[in-house]
């Protein structure tokens, strides 16, 4: 089973930005989907954005127009860059993965996570 792990967390103040990475101990290529969800203690876990072996995105209402996922197989390393953060986007930020898969589930989780990073936006 792949192993993920993110990096790039940290405080930032509002209008700011931060990009996120994941070290997948896999090829990236070889994942079906990956994605960013985050999560704030007492709310629902909600997906961010979704990346399938063919480079189709999915996003978020909330972020969409300033967060950005993408993947680079040959670092096997997936990125979110996140840009005009809100105080709002203060979350712990987890990387996914599924394989066989042929399409980026929509309605649920992703199978594989990552230990998670801490973003903090102070207005």
């Known amino acids: 089973q792949v192993q993920l792990e993110e990096s790039g967390g940290g405080s930032v103040q509002a209008g700011g930005s931060l990009r996120l990475s994941c070290a997948a101990s896999?090829?990236?290529?070889?994942?079906?989907?990956m994605g960013w969800f985050r999560q704030v203690p007492g709310k629902e876990r909600e997906a961010v954005a979704l990346?399938?072996?063919?480079?189709?995105?999915l996003y978020a209402d909330s972020v969409k127009g300033r967060f950005t996922i993408s993947k680079d197989n040959a670092k096997n390393t997936l990125y979110l860059q996140m840009n005009s953060l809100k105080p709002e986007d203060t979350a712990m930020y987890y990387c996914?993965?599924?394989?066989?898969?042929?399409?980026?589930?929509?309605?649920?989780?992703?199978?594989?996570w990552g230990q998670g990073t801490l973003v903090t936006v102070s207005s």
């Open positions: 990346i399938d072996t063919d480079g189709m995105t």
């Open positions: 996914a993965a599924e394989t066989g898969i042929t399409y980026c589930p929509t309605h649920r989780d992703l199978e594989v």
């Open positions: 896999e090829y990236t290529g070889n994942l079906d989907c």
